[in-house]
């Protein structure tokens, strides 16, 4: 998902992480387990003067995930790898249930939408090798087969919203 934001206009940093545990568990030999309450996240830094909120929910519904998937995004399976937004204030997690109900009275997926939303309580930055994965390791089969497709449908759906010079990570 870190890859799929840093290529969005507007987008100054993503920073891969995990969210909604404790600190003490943030890490991911240890949030790999699933028992620690943590999603793996990023979190978007952006400038609302080029990109809005609810643009970067366009994205995430329509190319970072699959909103309808349970406790699982593509082959990753276990509950820190949930469908979550994590809402940085009261107006972030008004405009994310209202975009999450148009989309479902629209009937925009085909099975309901599970995304959960909730109040940022802490994010904890990822180790490093795990910040800018894909770009790292473009060839690995797992960003081949599951990210770089994001970033065409990304190209090709929201065509206004992409740059093709990714915003860099930087510590």
């Known amino acids: 998902m870190q890859w799929v934001f840093e290529h969005v206009r507007g987008v100054q940093r993503v920073e891969a992480g995990y969210a909604g545990g404790q600190a ?3 890490r991911y030999g240890i949030v790999s387990s699933g028992n620690t309450r943590h999603a793996e996240s990023v979190r978007v830094r952006y400038d609302p003067a080029q990109i809005s909120y609810g643009q970067l929910l366009r994205v ?3 190319v970072a995930t699959d909103p309808t998937q349970r406790n ?3 082959p990753d399976v276990g509950t820190q790898y949930r469908g979550v937004l994590f809402t940085a204030d009261a107006e972030q997690e008004r405009i994310a249930r209202a975009y999450v109900e148009q989309l479902s009275t629209a009937g925009v997926f085909n099975r309901p939408i599970v995304t959960r939303i909730q109040s940022l309580k802490g994010f904890y930055p990822a180790e490093a090798y795990h910040q800018d994965y894909a770009r790292q390791h473009p060839r690995s089969l797992y960003i081949v087969v599951n990210d770089a497709p994001k970033i065409t449908q990304l ?3 929201l065509p206004a919203l992409y740059r093709a010079t990714p915003v860099t990570y930087t510590p």
């Open 24 to 26: 003490s568990t943030a």
């Open 60 to 62: 995430y519904f329509s």
């Open 72 to 74: 699982r995004q593509g």
């Open 155 to 157: 190209r090709q759906q």
